[in-house]
């Protein structure tokens, strides 16, 4: 199998299920343990992501928070993977923001995919990319110069123990970075990082 993301011949395995990327540091999932796509709409419509649950809105707050802090109603955001309850977008619309949604199962608009965006939210979404390369490569191109793509997603560590880590039993999750993931991502993409936290990125795009 090759890395899905840097196109790596994938030698490593960390248990059963993934592959430990030599080139770009990713976590890989072996395709032939990839759900359905109709097995991955059912786990997803399993969650409870209520947009008026204050947890759940102070869960994606990093992002909220930094849109509100760096962008004004006049810019355009999309949200990308919002899932069943888009709670970046309706906090935002909530404060005159111009965003939209955007998920393959729940809001399946590809009008959306042919506009431009000064920023473009992703929540929780990293991780369940099949195609890292081509989804990211599909985000950086919807991004105006200076435009910028705010990731929230768990990078994993060497000090965690990886069997047991609840990021890798979610069986959605197929893709898993650390921070020279994100490096290599910045340096392929041309993309300058400015916030890269265990939990929460920014890349800005230079050209």
């Known amino acids: 199998m090759l890395c899905t993301l840097c196109n790596t011949t994938l030698i490593t395995q960390i248990d059963t299920h993934f592959y430990d990327c030599e080139r770009c540091k990713a976590i890989v999932k072996d395709e032939k343990q990839y759900l359905t796509a109709t097995e991955e ?17 102070n869960f994606t707050m990093p992002i909220t928070q930094y849109v509100l802090d760096t962008f004004s109603p006049k ?11 888009p709670v970046i977008s309706s906090m935002l619309k909530k404060q005159d923001y111009d965003i939209v949604p955007y998920d393959p ?4 608009d590809q009008k959306v995919l042919h506009s431009s965006y000064d920023y ?74 400015l916030e890269l936290t265990s939990r929460f990125i920014v890349l800005k795009k230079t050209i």
């Open 105 to 108: 199962y729940f809001a399946p």
């Open 75 to 85: 810019h355009k955001g999309l949200d990308f993977g919002s899932g069943t309850g």
């Open 120 to 193: 473009i939210v992703s929540c929780e979404v990293f991780e369940h990319f099949n195609n890292p390369k081509l989804e990211i490569d599909r985000l950086v191109s919807l991004l105006k110069p200076n435009g910028m793509l705010l990731i929230m997603t768990l990078l994993y560590t060497d000090t965690i123990d990886f069997k047991t880590w609840f990021y890798r039993k979610d069986p959605t999750h197929v893709f898993m970075y650390r921070s020279e993931t994100i490096a290599y991502i910045a340096e392929e993409k041309k993309l300058d990082i």
């Open 41 to 57: 709409k059912t786990h997803y419509e399993s969650h409870n992501n209520d947009v008026e649950d204050h947890r759940y809105q």
